[in-house]
């Protein structure tokens, strides 16, 4: 079983910056695609951005040019630096592995950003 914690969850202004991080306990971590999703009140979880072993970047395209996603396999971590919030990226966010060779993904539990207009 595959453990995922993220962290950086807060209150940001709109406007402003913010950095979310997730660390894995997985040994074969750099060989798995990560990735962030979000729940915002009332809706479903939704695609934010994934990333391959080989470094293929995918986005949603309410984010794509605001947030970037970015993994460190020394380290096991994931992190989803958010530019330019707006009220509408007020959700939980959720880290994502997905191991494609047994095709199991995991899930962390959640953090929470809200964006202040």
């Known amino acids: 079983q595959v453990q995922l914690v993220e962290s950086g969850g807060g209150l940001v202004q709109a406007g402003g910056s913010h950095r979310l991080s997730c660390v894995a306990s997985?040994?074969?971590?750099?060989?798995?695609?990560v990735g962030w999703y979000r729940q915002a009140p009332g809706g479903q979880r939704e695609l934010v951005a994934t990333q391959t072993a080989g470094d293929i970047r995918s986005y949603a395209p309410a984010v794509k040019g605001s947030f970037t996603i970015s993994r460190d396999n020394e380290k096991n971590t994931v992190g989803l630096q958010m530019n330019d919030l707006r009220a509408e990226d007020t959700a939980f966010y959720y880290c994502?592995?997905?191991?494609?060779?047994?095709?199991?993904?995991?899930w962390g539990q959640g953090t929470q950003v809200t964006v202040s207009s």
């Open positions: 997985e040994s074969k971590f750099d060989i798995s695609t």
């Open positions: 994502y592995l997905y191991q494609k060779w047994a095709d199991d993904g995991f």
